[in-house]
């Protein structure tokens, strides 16, 4: 079963709103990473915490990570209707030889 | 500097024939991974290469194969297609691989198997 699953599945706000979505895991990990995804398109990068850091900042985005609650948050302020996409979470452990264990994703719309 | 990038963007094939999948990953990364994205079953990691090598390998029937080139380009390949193969192929690069570090995934192929 996958290791990493976002909540909600899906989200629908008004630009200038903050978003928040959740991860849970299972296992221990080494590092979790969030990625976003528009329609019919790759993954992109937006952040990568490591299992000893607690929270990330990358622009309007932050990252939290409680490796006792095995779970992260992506906090996305001060939306804009480019966010639209979803977004996933990734786990990585035993050194990635796993490759990323990614979640469902949750489906972001930001309302104009 | 040009992103991966993945040929060919959408394929139609039949079951049982094969297909040969492209991916030029970023210069200088010498990295290269597959994954599989279905509406069912998600993201799901194929294999990684790295300086020609299969370093790690996902839970694939050997159906799903691939290689990496002296210059770091990819392919992957999937023999006798079945429908459950139909799915967007993505590929992903990073300097080293080995985990730990950001990766960059390029458009996908969209594979639809009729």
């Known amino acids: 079963s996958q290791q990493g699953e976002e909540d909600p599945q899906a989200l629908s706000i008004q630009e200038g709103e903050n978003a928040t979505m959740n991860c849970s895991y299972k296992?221990?990990?080494?590092?979790l990473q969030w990625y976003r995804q528009n329609s019919g398109r790759g993954l992109v990068h937006l952040i990568l915490i490591r299992s000893n850091e607690r929270e990330k900042h990358s622009g309007r985005l932050r990252v939290t990570l409680d490796t006792s609650k095995k779970s992260s948050s992506l906090l996305i302020t001060a939306s804009r209707a480019a966010d639209t996409a979803s977004y996933f979470c990734a786990t990585e452990f035993r050194g990635g030889a796993d490759g990323l264990t990614f979640g469902k994703g949750t489906h972001l719309i930001i309302q104009p | 500097k040009a992103g991966v990038t993945q040929t060919p963007r959408y394929l139609i094939k039949t079951r049982g024939q094969q297909v040969t999948l492209s991916c030029s990953p970023i210069?200088?990364?010498?990295?290269v991974s597959w994954y599989q994205q279905t509406p069912g079953q998600g993201l799901q990691f194929l294999f990684e290469y790295f300086s020609e090598t299969q370093r790690n390998k996902g839970n694939f029937p050997g159906r799903f194969s691939g290689r990496q080139f002296s210059n770091s380009r990819s392919e992957m390949n999937v023999s006798t297609l079945e429908l459950g193969d139909s799915a967007l192929y993505l590929c992903?690069?990073?300097?080293?691989?080995?985990?730990?570090?950001?990766?960059?995934f390029g458009d996908g192929t969209r594979l639809s198997i009729l």
């Open positions: 992903a690069s990073s300097l080293l691989g080995g985990g730990g570090q950001p990766q960059h």
């Open positions: 210069s200088g990364h010498r990295s």
């Open positions: 296992t221990s990990i080494n590092n």
